[in-house]
């Protein structure tokens, strides 16, 4: 099993059997590129079960990243190859890039709430890409047979439901 996909599985499934925690001289940035890479795999098990989880633990429960590291992850979640991947299009696999990008959006957006670092700048520019994934996104599809779970519109709302639970004025 040499090719990246298949390492990055393995690597995951050790990575939540261990808690979530790296081994020595493993680091973070080294999966999340590779997360980002493969968050949009036509196949439930990798995105699903495992990228997706995986971030939720590092992001919101364990708060491994700092402000900076965030925005970064945030500016390329945002991007064309991400969020945007293929948008207007509909009945092919680019739906689960997209639907799957926007979910670590909105936690990046709940661990803003908790310990805030955007500027009203970068919140702006997060609601007006948000507002046109939703506007954008044709691919209405739940549950698609070889896939799985698409759920654009849900994934969509979420995002947006954390953007208005921000408080004061962005």
Known sequence: MSDPRSRLMMDL?????????????EAHADFIRLMLEYIGDPQPELRDDLIYPTF???????QLFTADELRSFLKVLL???????????TEDNSVFTRT?????????????????FLTGEEFRSLKDA???????????????EDGGWAHAAAHGADALDELGAMPGEQ
Request: glycine share 6%.
């Open 13 to 25: 499934q050790r990575i939540e059997a261990d808690e979530y925690r790296l081994r020595e001289g």
């Open 79 to 89: 991007d064309e190859q991400h969020l945007f991947y293929g948008i207007g299009r």
């Open 56 to 62: 939720y633990k590092w992001i919101l429960e364990q």
């Open 130 to 144: 948000l507002l046109r994934y939703y506007r954008d996104e044709m691919d209405l599809r739940g549950y698609v």
């Open 100 to 116: 799957f990008s926007v979910l670590p959006v909105a936690l990046i957006v709940q661990r803003h709430i908790k310990q805030p």
